[in-house]
């Protein structure tokens, strides 16, 4: 959805839409528009739709070359599915506009692609309801559309939060930017052992695994006061909720969950895991808040997912901060975006 | 949707995508899957929802130089609308998926395109509600999503007709196609009057109106047994629709409305605009049946938009003919494919 990607340009461009959408009459039937990991609408009395869309474009999003048409197909759902679980939603339906060159047409490519897309589908009850395909003169883009359901008024959106929360995670962080490393750097493993590790990283990059299972738990239970995907990045899309909530935020560096084997591949060199955990993206887990007095009602895991505790929401004007040790430091966004140089 | 550019390779696909759907189980909630202008969810007790995905990509289905930003904004929601009118529900909401490269980016081309398709958009009354938007290396790709509402059940199928019923157009056919021809052949006006018609034939190209209001007349008062928009060309659309009602149809080449600004346009040249009218693509009107006994309940025009009864159904096994005086003819679809050379 629109605000995964946003900052800077970008993020002025959402509120320029959305400045244009209020300034003409909300529809009957509209619960919540632009701006959230997925849109929301009222389809009847007792339920609500969200629906989200994501746009694949190969040497942007992806490259061809690293990027198995079965992991693609995957990776498409999974973006989508992400967005969903980030509303606390249960996906059901997926639209896939596909633009392919011809020549790419010709090969077993769309099969390929179908099958790594069911694969992770059929895995949650989601149904392939329609698309469109279309040539394209030489690069591939992926379309991927999820409407999901929650019981009426049940989404968790990104402005739900106010301080003195706990602030959690899914799973662990910045396997998939490391992975997306090792895949542009072509190798450059300096040892053997480093080999299966550096696939576990690249799987994490081209292969994610969206939390729907947590998302769900979340959202029924009523226990995330607001949630967010981690596709930008930790510190841009902790940034992006709270903006939305109005807080602040107080992160714990050493809370912060980062993949061990990000840590293992990378030790002795320059490279920061505990960077790549907080401005990396792509690692789709969920950054959620819980009221404190809730903390006992959340399981310590979920299909062999855990959570953790990365910090507390703040009053805006503080800021969103990290504790490095003794230091507390003013946390940067430095997530992807689009349209800005850095 | 999917079906609209579908035949040959195309169709092939879809195929095996409704097949590979088949052998799951089919989902709780789905009332029409793959194969349809939209794709039909039972949302409520009372009502179903309708949703379409069309992607638009640059060099393929549009030239930027020819496609002032506002059009192409226009043209993006147009399609779409004209695959929920096709399925004779209400559309009421939208998402675009937009990639652009940086450099269009940079310039007002996003501001001029969404106020071409808000203009659209807030005719119909259409929310915006979501979205994505992605740097692309080089060109323009846009994936526009509308989904709409039908009571329960109200859907318009390609597959509900039955021989021995009329078979209707709305407007006038050829001219998206004879607009099409002219900007790729850059001018070459053989008089100065021409300039105007091409200018109207080229806007029907470019500015598309989708037929929202009648395919909403069709479908609440169950005037049509089964619907599709004319976006490959009415050869290739009758025969999804009678591929998909598994009946046959016998068209009157005298009663296909013929664009008269098409046959002004090409008058004394070798460019037959019957040609264009059955096998020119894009001119978005509505193709449905009636049965005869219904044929006294329909208006004449839906805010100056006239229909033409241009032929009946027939049995499956007599094909898809036209008249042409006294003789007949198999009409083959010519319709416009991706994936096939002609």
């Known amino acids: 959805m629109i605000l995964n990607l946003c900052m800077g340009g970008e993020f002025d461009f959402i509120r320029g839409l959305r400045e244009k959408r209020r300034r003409r009459a909300t529809p009957a039937g509209l619960a919540l528009g632009i701006g959230d990991d997925a849109a929301v609408i009222r389809s009847s009395q007792a339920r609500d739709t969200v629906v989200t869309t994501d746009l694949l474009v190969e040497d942007v999003d992806f490259v061809r070359a690293a990027s198995p048409p079965a992991l693609l197909g995957h990776k498409s759902l999974a973006v989508s599915l992400s967005d969903i679980a980030a509303m606390g939603a249960r996906p059901r339906w997926a639209l896939i506009s596909l633009g392919v060159p011809r020549a790419v047409w010709r090969t077993n490519f769309v099969d390929q692609f179908y099958e790594g897309f069911f694969g992770l589908a059929d895995r949650y009850g989601v149904a392939l309801i329609g698309g469109d395909v279309s040539g394209t003169p030489d690069r591939i883009v992926i379309d991927s559309i999820v409407l999901g359901e929650t019981p009426r008024g049940g989404a968790i959106r990104r402005s739900g939060s106010k301080p003195g929360e706990y602030i959690y995670v899914t799973g662990a962080l910045g396997g998939a930017a490391a992975g997306l490393k090792i895949i542009l750097e072509k190798g450059g493993l300096r040892k053997r052992s480093s080999a299966r590790m550096a696939r576990g990283l690249k799987l994490r ?138």
């Open 205 to 342: 990059q081209l292969r994610p695994e969206p939390r729907v299972d947590w998302g769900l738990l979340l959202g029924e239970q009523r226990l995330a006061t607001s949630m967010i995907d981690i596709s930008d990045g930790l510190s841009s899309d902790l940034g992006h909720l709270c903006r939305e909530s109005r807080i602040g935020g107080l992160i714990q560096g050493t809370s912060v969950p980062v993949d061990s084997r990000v840590t293992e591949f990378y030790r002795d060199t320059t490279v920061d895991p505990l960077s790549l955990a907080l401005s990396g993206g792509e690692d789709f887990e969920l950054l959620f808040t819980v009221r404190k007095r809730n903390m006992p009602r959340l399981p310590t895991e979920v299909n062999g997912v855990t959570i953790t505790k990365i910090g507390e929401t703040t009053a805006e004007t503080e800021g969103i901060r990290i504790t490095y040790g003794k230091r507390v430091k003013k946390l940067a966004a430095w997530g992807f975006d689009h349209f800005k140089d850095r």
